[in-house]
Nanobody, 120 residues
Framework: QVQLVESGGGLVQPGGSLALSCAAS?????????MGWYRQAPGNQRELVAT???????SYAYSVRGRSTISRDDAKKTVHLQVNDLKPEDSAVYYC?????????????WGRGTQVTVSS
């Protein structure tokens, strides 16, 4: 069984920064292909924020490119996201997303989400 534990988020002032972390656990995890973060604002579809593959390929949404950094630690099975110069439109529930390889299958898992509110 794969579990994801997210941390970070909360209320941040415009222009501030946020740091999110997600740790994956599970005795059967052989490796994790892609790790990343998505977000969903009220009334909107869930959208990609940033992802990083096992090979180190990184993708950012256009809306956060240039002010975000995603990184992963495969030994700890963690992924981290920092977003700077926050704007009110960055407010959303942020979800951790992992693509894991298990002994007999490959699965996508989502975290429960952490609320980020950008407001003065």
């Amino acid at each position: 069984q794969v579990q994801l534990v997210e941390s970070g988020g909360g209320l941040v002032q415009p222009g501030g920064s946020l740091a999110l972390s997600c740790a994956a656990s599970g005795n059967e995890i052989l490796l994790i292909e892609t790790m990343g973060w998505y977000r969903q604002a009220p009334g909107n579809q869930r959208e990609l924020v940033a992802t990083v593959t096992r090979g180190g390929t990184i993708s950012y949404a256009y809306s956060v490119r240039g002010r975000s950094t995603i990184s992963r630690d495969d030994a700890k099975k963690t992924v981290h996201l920092q977003v700077n110069d926050l704007k009110p439109e960055d407010s959303a529930v942020y979800y951790c997303h992992v693509d894991v390889v298990l002994p007999h299958t490959r699965e996508i898992h989502w975290g429960r989400g952490t609320q980020v509110t950008v407001s003065s």
